[in-house]
């Protein structure tokens, strides 16, 4: 049983060993597909187990829990890894029309592969300091990705974001020294129990704010989120994609771990910083989206806009913000990647980024513009796409607490990320190309390549929308289960007796 | 650098740091060593190597490409944690096989650690070797 934690786990790294000995051969992208294909099987079946047994968790080399290494799934550990592999999934279908055989020589899909192991690792680890670990293996992967074949651009872009995320790992070593300082321990469910126990509150309540520093820098919130926008603009299309959709939510997600089992002893301090970082993250990131051009600035800048929607849904702590905040996630992570796809395919048919210098879209490639509408509407919270509903239980959530302000800029934000979606409409798709140049499919030298996850990914949002129940339903148990730790701590440390 | 005896000496010492980043490899379970260091020793070998007689000897000494033998590597440590699936037990529980074990004596312990260590040291040479050898010939 144990080994369905560690599947999701071995096949990446499997996958990016054979797709990098075979970096010299054609069938380099075909491994990396089928990798992708089994490691979604897998994610599956993990799934299957946690909706069916609850919590689980196993501990690797059979060292007994507080010691050892452990990895647990529970509900919003299965459905992020869930998430990971169908976007894995889809962008490395997409990476076959988009990544070029010079790319692909230095290491492409190995990267890419060993990227989508310390993603799922960060989810599905029950232990700080693998955290950690997990963190570093996103990092060099993802820098490797980031200047792969690139110029000065890529590696400006590379730079400040592997400057910026040492220093939040800085925060990140210093807190956990202080931690295990205080607790002796590193095990999530082992430091629930402890830190309860500790009679320096004040300190530890030091140590959650380290956290949220490191974790803030990762997720990109007010004021910690200029890297990203400095980034995400400059890798291949595949590459942007998979970090808009997963790198972020990785910080999201440890914010949710830490600050829902560890860090829960103040809340009124700590989730009330929490609350106003929200707030700004939501209303600086939508406004930075107004104020650029380029196809890819402006969805970076929303990422950082729709980070605060969940990073709200934290801040409040009631049960129905909890499940706001993970259907958020699981939402945001499949549109915003589909967007990046999108642009993609606008540039290699028009020829550039800046909306302004292109256009012609929607009279040449009409099933394009139809495959933006949806994730487009979506992330502004059009009904009935599933950003309407992820925006809904967020803003019923401060409605219920009487927190009219906080509703009051949710939906601001969500108006004014229909302004930004309109630009893109407007420039890109509906007016015609500046230098007449006709943006037609056929331009595509593998068109199915990607379309096809562009489509899936539209498809899935649509279905989220049409059918939200089950996963609203999912989400509420999921926050269950963080809301009320003692499954977690008793599936970690009950396997030690 | 062209000087002969930096060239005659690099030969020597890179053969012994070989052999003894092979020793620390596997002295390393029960005392100071292990893959890491022992992958550290033997890139320094082929660093001296590279630095008296150019990279391009160096890289015709290493037989195959430094990225190659990381990934390689990589293979070799996952696969010691995948043999645990054959006895039923945890990823990565260490498996130990003792030859000759008599009732006070261990005998010759074989493990799936050792692989996992050689397996580390390989990505380490790999990793450092890549890294150096580009340094050095963008120089």
């Given at each position: 049983?144990?080994?369905?934690?560690?599947?999701?786990?071995?096949?990446?790294?499997?996958?990016?060993?054979?797709?990098?000995?075979?970096?010299?051969?054609?069938?380099?992208?075909?491994?990396?597909?089928?990798?992708?294909?089994?490691?979604?099987?897998?994610?599956?079946?993990?799934?299957?187990?946690?909706?069916?047994?609850?919590?689980?968790?196993?501990?690797?080399?059979?060292?007994?829990?507080?010691?050892?290494?452990?990895?647990?799934?529970?509900?919003?550990?299965?459905?992020?890894?869930?998430?990971?592999?169908?976007?894995?999934?889809?962008?490395?279908?997409?990476?076959?029309?988009?990544?070029?055989?010079?790319?692909?020589?230095?290491?492409?899909?190995?990267?890419?592969?060993?990227?989508?192991?310390?993603?799922?690792?960060?989810?599905?680890?029950?232990?700080?300091?693998?955290?950690?670990?997990?963190?570093?293996?996103?990092?060099?992967?993802?820098?490797?990705?980031?200047?792969?074949?690139?110029?000065?651009?890529?590696?400006?872009?590379?730079?400040?974001?592997?400057?910026?995320?040492?220093?939040?790992?800085?925060?990140?070593?210093?807190?956990?020294?202080?931690?295990?300082?205080?607790?002796?321990?590193?095990?999530?469910?082992?430091?629930?129990?402890?830190?309860?126990?500790?009679?320096?509150?004040?300190?530890?309540?030091?140590?959650?704010?380290?956290?949220?520093?490191?974790?803030?820098?990762?997720?990109?919130?007010?004021?910690?989120?200029?890297?990203?926008?400095?980034?995400?603009?400059?890798?291949?299309?595949?590459?942007?994609?998979?970090?808009?959709?997963?790198?972020?939510?990785?910080?999201?997600?440890?914010?949710?771990?830490?600050?829902?089992?560890?860090?829960?002893?103040?809340?009124?301090?700590?989730?009330?910083?929490?609350?106003?970082?929200?707030?700004?993250?939501?209303?600086?990131?939508?406004?930075?989206?107004?104020?650029?051009?380029?196809?890819?600035?402006?969805?970076?800048?929303?990422?950082?806009?729709?980070?605060?929607?969940?990073?709200?849904?934290?801040?409040?702590?009631?049960?129905?913000?909890?499940?706001?905040?993970?259907?958020?996630?699981?939402?945001?992570?499949?549109?915003?990647?589909?967007?990046?796809?999108?642009?993609?395919?606008?540039?290699?048919?028009?020829?550039?980024?800046?909306?302004?210098?292109?256009?012609?879209?929607?009279?040449?490639?009409?099933?394009?513009?139809?495959?933006?509408?949806?994730?487009?509407?979506?992330?502004?919270?059009?009904?009935?796409?599933?950003?309407?509903?992820?925006?809904?239980?967020?803003?019923?959530?401060?409605?219920?607490?009487?927190?009219?302000?906080?509703?009051?800029?949710?939906?601001?934000?969500?108006?004014?990320?229909?302004?930004?979606?309109?630009?893109?409409?407007?420039?890109?798709?509906?007016?015609?190309?500046?230098?007449?140049?006709?943006?037609?499919?056929?331009?595509?030298?593998?068109?199915?390549?990607?379309?096809?996850?562009?489509?899936?990914?539209?498809?899935?949002?649509?279905?989220?929308?049409?059918?939200?129940?089950?996963?609203?339903?999912?989400?509420?148990?999921?926050?269950?289960?963080?809301?009320?730790?003692?499954?977690?701590?008793?599936?970690?440390?009950?396997?030690?007796? | 650098?062209?000087?002969?005896?930096?060239?005659?000496?690099?030969?020597?010492?890179?053969?012994?740091?070989?052999?003894?980043?092979?020793?620390?490899?596997?002295?390393?379970?029960?005392?100071?060593?292990?893959?890491?260091?022992?992958?550290?020793?033997?890139a320094?070998?082929f660093v001296?190597?590279a630095?008296?007689?150019?990279?391009?000897?160096a890289?015709?000494?290493l037989?195959?490409?430094p990225?190659?033998i990381a990934?390689?590597?990589?293979?070799?440590?996952?696969?010691?944690?995948?043999?645990?699936?054959?006895?039923?037990?945890?990823?990565?529980?260490?498996?130990?096989?003792?030859?000759?074990?008599?009732?006070?004596?261990?005998?010759?312990?074989?493990?799936?650690?050792?692989?996992?260590?050689?397996?580390?040291?390989?990505?380490?040479l790999g990793a450092v070797l890549s890294i150096t050898f580009?340094?050095?010939?963008?120089?």
């Open positions: 049983m144990s080994w369905f934690l560690s599947l999701p786990l071995i096949i990446p790294f499997l996958t990016a060993i054979a797709a990098y000995l075979l970096r010299h051969s054609a069938s380099g992208k075909w491994v990396s597909v089928a990798g992708s294909a089994l490691g979604l099987v897998a994610s599956i079946a993990l799934m299957a187990i946690v909706l069916d047994k609850g919590v689980v968790a196993a501990q690797m080399g059979q060292w007994a829990a507080p010691f050892g290494i452990t990895l647990v799934a529970d509900l919003l550990s299965a459905v992020m890894v869930l998430i990971t592999a169908i976007t894995g999934f889809a962008v490395a279908i997409y990476a076959m029309g988009d990544v070029t055989e010079a790319q692909e020589r230095l290491g492409y899909h190995g990267l890419f592969q060993v990227l989508l192991a310390g993603v799922t690792g960060a989810f599905l680890t029950g232990d700080l300091f693998n955290l950690y670990v997990w963190f570093e293996v996103m990092l060099i992967a993802s820098f490797g990705l980031l200047v792969l074949m690139g110029g000065k651009e890529q590696l400006d872009g590379g730079v400040k974001y592997v400057a910026l995320n040492l220093i939040s790992t800085i925060f990140f070593l210093t807190g956990i020294g202080l931690l295990y300082g205080l607790t002796g321990t590193l095990n999530f469910a082992d430091l629930a129990l402890k830190v309860e126990e500790i009679e320096n509150q004040g300190l530890l309540t030091v140590v959650a704010m380290m956290f949220m520093v490191a974790f803030g820098v990762k997720a990109a919130v007010f004021p910690l989120f200029f890297w990203l926008p400095a980034a995400y603009h400059t890798p291949s299309f595949s590459v942007s994609a998979i970090f808009a959709g997963l790198l972020t939510k990785v910080g999201v997600y440890a914010l949710i771990r830490c600050f829902t089992l560890v860090f829960d002893h103040d809340i009124a301090f700590t989730h009330t910083i929490l609350l106003w970082v929200a707030c700004l993250t939501m209303v600086v990131g939508v406004l930075g989206a107004a104020a650029q051009s380029d196809f890819r600035k402006i969805l970076s800048f929303h990422i950082i806009s729709q980070i605060g929607y969940m990073i709200l849904g934290l801040a409040l702590m009631t049960p129905l913000a909890i499940v706001g905040a993970v259907f958020y996630l699981v939402h945001h992570i499949i549109v915003k990647a589909n967007l990046f796809l999108i642009a993609g395919v606008a540039k290699r048919l028009t020829g550039g980024t800046e909306v302004y210098q292109i256009g012609g879209l929607y009279k040449y490639a009409p099933f394009l513009g139809v495959l933006f509408l949806v994730p487009a509407f979506s992330l502004a919270g059009f009904p009935p796409l599933s950003g309407f509903w992820a925006k809904y239980i967020i803003v019923k959530a401060t409605l219920d607490i009487e927190m009219w302000f906080v509703a009051f800029i949710a939906l601001a934000v969500g108006l004014m990320t229909i302004y930004s979606m309109t630009k893109i409409w407007a420039e890109a798709f509906w007016k015609n190309h500046p230098d007449g140049i006709e943006p037609r499919m056929e331009k595509l030298s593998n068109k199915w390549a990607q379309l096809l996850p562009i489509a899936g990914l539209a498809v899935l949002t649509v279905f989220i929308g049409m059918n939200p129940e089950p996963f609203v339903q999912f989400a509420e148990r999921s926050a269950a289960q963080l809301l009320d730790p003692s499954d977690y701590i008793t599936a970690v440390l009950g396997d030690a007796q | 650098m062209n000087s002969v005896i930096l060239r005659a000496g690099a030969r020597l010492l890179a053969l012994l740091l070989v052999i003894f980043s092979i020793y620390m490899l596997l002295r390393g379970h029960n005392a100071p060593g292990g893959g890491f260091i022992g992958g550290l020793i033997a320094t070998g001296v190597f630095i008296a007689c150019g990279t391009e000897d890289r015709r000494a037989r195959f490409d990225g190659s990934g390689a590597g990589l293979g070799i440590a996952l696969l010691a944690g995948i043999i645990a699936a054959i006895f039923g037990d945890n990823f990565f529980t260490g498996q130990w096989l003792f030859i000759n074990e008599t009732e006070d004596d261990k005998g010759i312990p074989l493990s799936t650690v050792l692989v996992f260590d050689i397996g580390v040291y390989l990505v380490v580009a340094l050095e010939e963008s120089v």
